[in-house]
């Protein structure tokens, strides 16, 4: 009775084991954004003039101009800079997740994919998660995203 009783706990922490492999597969992608150069002032007691100091904060931008860009729609951020996005090739589960979490249709994206749509629309394709950093660096002010939370000096996590 003892080994029967062993051997289902077994399965069933096997199963178990299995069914969280597959959820964090399946994770959705997490929206990075390039980060600006903000001026914030360093408030002193005596209102002698602030010391102002730099921050480097990510972007902010709206969900709709998220949309926007992916569907290869002009982007202008405040100061007139415009917006690029990133994207990893179509064929990689985590585009289709990615475009899906913001409600654009892979279609619409694969109509993009005509090298001429792409670079008048600022969009880009990498081929993986390394190169999707590297566009986000590159061609700041832009967004892409990742399968992880990634801080770095020039990109971070949007929302």
């Not at 002009?74 to 899906?100: E, H, I, R, Y």
């Not at 998660?129 to 399968?147: D, K």
Request: aromatic share 6%; glycine share 6%; proline share 5%.
């Amino acid at each position: 009775m003892t080994c029967c009783l062993k051997v289902t706990i077994y399965r069933y922490l096997a199963l178990l084991a299995l069914l969280g492999g597959f959820g964090s597969a399946g994770a959705d992608p997490i929206w990075h954004c390039s980060r600006s150069d903000v001026q914030v002032a360093n408030i002193s007691d005596d209102f002698a003039l602030a010391a102002l100091s730099i921050e480097r904060e990510v972007i902010r931008i709206a969900l709709k101009d998220l949309y926007a860009v992916y569907q290869g729609k002009p982007v202008k951020l405040s100061g007139g800079l415009p917006l690029s996005a990133c994207f990893v090739d179509l064929t990689a589960p985590m585009t289709n997740q990615a475009m899906n979490s913001i409600g654009v249709h892979p279609i619409t994206l694969k109509s993009l994919t005509q090298q001429n749509s792409l670079i008048k629309a600022k969009v880009y394709r990498t081929k993986d998660e390394a190169s999707m950093l590297a566009c986000i660096t590159q061609h700041q002010p832009a967004i892409g995203y990742l399968a992880t939370p990634t801080h770095t000096e020039a990109v971070g996590p949007c929302f």
